[in-house]
Structure formats: structure tokens, C-alpha cells
């Protein structure tokens, strides 16, 4: 139970200084950005897709008694495609021989080599978007059944079943036919989603939407959310734009879709309000809209496929959607969690004060402090995930989604709706954090107990 409501779940943060008084242009992707889903789509999709491996690439029908199990994955791990890197943990009673691994938890590896900027690459497959918390599930799912029952598999091979299967399932349309047939259950939030968009446009924003869902998809639910004349809230609706080429590729032109999402054939020169148009590149987008630089504000969930290209090559400011956030904080906030971390500082504190104490009965209470220590890294850890840990933190190190994160966003929160706690000129301004050199001169062990850190004076000699 929160005890300590030290951190706002419903807050926006910052990681760059951004006032939404210079913003001109809102821009939004629309899955898990304007339209947040329920757990059960994940269920949805790894039943079909485990389905799909068992009846068209003809994998053992004992897979069929494995079942999603949410909370298992964390976005932002990593899959060694070349081998199975093997960790052993006891879950419901089964043993998963996981191949999923925390990069952060291999710093040594340099990671450029394995995997290219969109988490493609040779040997590292990178899990950043939340459409990607099934997969890794199905993954860990198969490899436990074929290890299990001694079955020699190929390593690639495997891995490109399963990313087919999951494909199958978004490319094929039948994820967004579940959605359309009962978009209560699976839609969440959607009335504030309205409650956002109206009150920028009141304030004389325009809007823009750049999707790769089709636009059929794309309607009903926000005719769900937003109500039958949604568009009049949008200057331009882009649909299935294939990000992220869409930032980077100059060839595909944009075409037009009629009221009923039937291809046009002619030619492009303009973007036009109310109007559907699909494919196209930012290039394009860029020339006949003249948005540029720091006027625009664009929100997505993926933080390479909607927020990299935008802020590194064509300054807009960049704004993530990470729904883990609030189940996060609201961790962070009881008392349990500050218990735990708030004698784990003290531990640390003592054990670098008290290190240089080497008779036997000290050397025992240092070793007893730092098993001690390590359990209860272990305990707040498994607060968060038991197999995994925080999406934002491994120990007391930033996690490689976490340092994407700060890379590629200018501001992050749980959902759009939480713009709705600001007023539309308000200033973000990032907290300026201690580096570690700096750390001695920041009250940062306050929560401890003391007011400077343990046995400085002592080390002032020290240069």
C-alpha cells in the first residue's frame, strides 16, 4: 500500500528544459500513444501466434499449454540471436531457461557491434516497444518446452519463427479485428484522450497523427475515443507511414485515401486539413507543412521507431509514452520499497567508511553487511520484476532503455492524459542530478540519516 506519496504517477518528467508556450504543432503516433490497451491484447496475441507456430510451422502441439503470463517481461531487454545465453529461474512451477539478458547487466560488450539504431542488428535483438512484451514471452516459452523435452533446435532459425508468427498476427490484420469488435474491453482512457485534444486546439495548436496502423483501424477507434468527427480535430492524418523509414526514406510518396480509405491516384502537392493520406516520408512532410525545429511536439511509446530520427536529424522536441511508469511509482512510493532503499544506502555508506577495519571480528561484520547488502538489492529489485528488475534501473546503474530514454526524449510520462495536469505554457525543468565526482557535495544521503557522506573529512587528504 503507498504510504509515501513522494512521486506523483500522474506527473510529466523531464529530461531536457522545454516550454510548451514555444510549441506550435503536436504531432502523436496512435498505439500505445493516443490509443492505451488492456493486458488482455498481449494475452490475445501470444495465444494466436503461439497457434500459428504449432499449425503452420508445424511445432510440437505440447506448446499449446503454455499461456501468457503477464508481468513476465520488462521492455528494453536483449536476445543474443547466436546463442542461448542460459539463466535459470523457477516460475509457476516451471523452469524457463531464459535467453533474454539486461545489457546493462554486460556493459562489457560493446553494443553498436551487435545491434544497429533501430535494434536490428547482426546478433543482439533489442525489445523496445510494448507490442514486443508477447514476443518475448512466446520466446522464453518455446525454448523452455524444446530444452525441456531435449529437442536440438537452431538458435536463428528459431527466433525467426517467432518473429514471423508475432508478424502474422499485427500484418494480417487480426489484431486490429479483435480491437474493432470490442474496443471497451481493450481500449483504456479513452475520454480523456478527448478531453487532451480538444483543450490544445481550443488553445490554437495544431495537431497532426503519424501512424502505421491502417486507417480503417485507425478511425473506429478513435470515433471510439473521440467521437464521429475526430478529423475536424486534426490538421493532417497519416496512416500505415512504415516508421521508421518514414523518417529516413525520401522515396515513398504520399498518397491519398477518400472518406472511405479507397486509394486515390493523383499527385500530391499539398496536405490538406481533414484530409487522409497515407505512406510518405518526412521529407515530403517537412516541405509541404514548413514544421520544423522546436514548434513541434511529437509523442510516441517507441523510442527509436517514433522519437530517434525526430530529434537527432531534424530537431523537433520528443515527448515518450512509458505506461510503466505508473505501476513503477506507485512501487516507489511504499513503504517497503523505502525501507529497503533507504538501509541499502546506509549499508553502502558503512561498508566504504568501515572498509579499512581488517581484524577478524570486523572482517566478519563487513562480510555480514555485504550479504546483507545484496539481499536487499535483490528484494528491491524483485519489487518491480521478479525475473528482470525496473525498466528504468539495475541496481544502482540506469538501464539501456532508461539511458535511450533520456537520450531521445526531451519529456516522458505514463500517458497523453497527464498533459492534461499542465497548463499549455507550462515550463518542464529537468533536476539537475549529481554526477558521481559530485556526490559527495549533494545531500543525496539525506534519506539515510545524515547530512554529508560517511567519513569525508577523513578522505580529504585524498586527491
Known sequence: TPVLDLLNPAAIYA??????????????DYDYTLAQYSNLLHSMIFNTARDILIEQFKYPEGLGKYDYIPGFAIRGLHYDVQKVSCTKFSLLGLVFHCVLVLVEMLSHIPLYQMSDFYGKGPSLKQFMDIFSLPEMTLLSSVIDYFITHGIEFDQVHLYKD????????HVKGVMYKWIEKDME?????????????????????????ITNSPFSFVDKGMKHMVGKNWRDLFDMVIVQADKPNFFTDRRKPFRKLDDNGSLQWDKINQLEKG????????????????????????????????????MLRHGWRTGAIVPELETE????????????????????????????????ESKQVLLEWMKERQEIRSLTKNLFNPQFGSIF????NPTYFSRRLVRFSDIYMASISCLLNYDVNFTFYPRRTPLQHEAPLW???????????PFLEEMVHIR
Open 275 to 310: 484530409k487522409i493520406y497515407k505512406e510518405g516520408n518526412l521529407f515530403d512532410f517537412l516541405r509541404l507543412t514548413g514544421w520544423r525545429g522546436s514548434k513541434v511536439l511529437y509523442f510516441g511509446d517507441h523510442l527509436y521507431s517514433d522519437l530517434a530520427d525526430l
Open 443 to 453: 545531500m543525496d544521503q539525506l534519506c539515510t540519516g545524515c547530512m554529508k557522506t
Open 162 to 169: 517467432i518473429s514471423d508468427a508475432i508478424r502474422d498476427v
Open 185 to 209: 474491453q481493450y481500449i483504456l482512457h479513452g475520454d480523456e484522450i478527448y478531453a487532451v485534444l480538444n483543450r490544445l486546439v481550443n488553445h490554437k495548436k495544431k495537431l497532426f497523427l
Open 15 to 28: 529530461n531536457n528544459e522545454i516550454s510548451l508556450g514555444d510549441v506550435e504543432i503536436y504531432g502523436f
Open 393 to 396: 534501473r539495475t541496481f544502482h
Open 329 to 360: 511509482i506507485r512501487i516507489i512510493n511504499t513503504e517497503q520499497y523505502m525501507h529497503s532503499l533507504t538501509w541499502q544506502q546506509a549499508l553502502t555508506g558503512l561498508l566504504e567508511r568501515m572498509q579499512m577495519y581488517q581484524d577478524a
